[in-house]
């Protein structure tokens, strides 16, 4: 049964692969035809998310907040205003929101009803935070969701889960790591991970990272 | 719409499983696609909320059957159609047939850096808020058969109003081409137990963004 379901699952995903190829194919075509879209543009876009826009300008953030506590303040007020200053090579639209984990609170984002992400600070968003497990449980069991990605936090720990269903975004501010004293900016940052900007995991353990 | 992809709180989806070191598209299509709906969009074909409606319409076996860009192939289709941009015979030739129709803008390569920034949604606000952060509110128990961002699992619940957000685009009205009529935007945040019943987390906090006809006082 197992080996019948993997087996329909890779066919399945065959199929979509070439039939999708050569709809969007047809498509790009006739709309490139008819002058509504230009190549060049898509491929230009195209390439600035596989290359120019990623988790790496939100640890940026997270890591300039991890060091300076007037540029904190600012992101709490506004983390829109606040990314401005940093001058990453990418503008943040309006009402990018950050939320602080605490040694007692700690904080998930999710969108139940499509994929709502702060992509602007983050690149697109991960497969799985488009799947319909995570969108559906993120919001009524989040420890196993956590259990998922290998995390367990303290039982008494608050969880608190945002659904992103406007126009706003968020982007989670970690808790900076212990044995961190003195490191650069530069340093911090490549312990922020993606996830622990979600809120599906913690910045990486800085004994490991050093 | 009471539909597939209101997805919060259902049962049976099974585990998350993460994808270590995941490529940003797994095959050159899906950016294409990503980059197709964005550019028409972008050229003002439809808006952000006409789109996530296209999504949504699609039948509950096929959203769930496919690929998340496979769907978005699928929804760039039906409103490259519904709206007259091109012909069924076309796509299906490959080839255009006929002229084309006009665009509000023209998105072209030098409109791309604009285009990697979200949209502004935040607009003037028509009336003063009627809530203020504190207040105790009940999410209305609504059902259109169009596009809400009001999650079903969120509905008839109460919860606390957390932050005023602006005023905002109403999706439910700019969705179905009925223009942007904003509304106040709220966080509204509820106990773990007041949406999942006694058995839920004791530790667990949901909010959601709720526009200002989503609420009533509690």
Redesign the interface.
Known sequence: MAQDHDHDDHD??GS??SE??L?????????A??????P???D???E???T???PHLGARVVAKAWTDPAFKQALIKDATQAVQTLGLN??????LIAVENTPTLHNMI?C????CYP??VL??P???Y??????????????G?LA??GLSLP???????????????FIVLPMRPAGTEGWSEEKLAGLVTR?SMIG?GLPKDPKAAA | MDGIHDMGGMHGFGKVEPEANEPVFHAAWEGRCLALNRAMGAAGAWTIDEARFGIEKLPPAVYLSHSYYGNWALRLENMVVERGFAGADEIARGHALRPSKALKRKFDVAAVPRSLARGSFGREAPAPARFKIGDRVRTKNIHPSTHTRLPRYARGRVGVIEALRGCHVFPDTSAIGAGENPQWLYTVQFEGRELWGDTADPTLTVSIEAFEPYLEAA
């Open positions: 399945a995903h979509e692969l999708m190829q709809r969007v194919r047809a498509l790009e075509t006739v709309l035809e008819k002058g509504y879209i230009d060049a543009a898509l230009a876009m195209i600035a998310f596989e120019k826009i990623g990418n503008r943040v639209g309006d009402h999710v139940t009803l499509c994929s992509w602007e690149g697109l991960p497969v799985w488009k799947s319909a497990p995570y969108r559906s449980r993120a919001v009524n069991d989040p420890r969701v998922d990605f039982a008494q720990t608050q969880i608190r889960v945002w659904d992103s269903t406007a126009e706003t975004r996830d599906t």
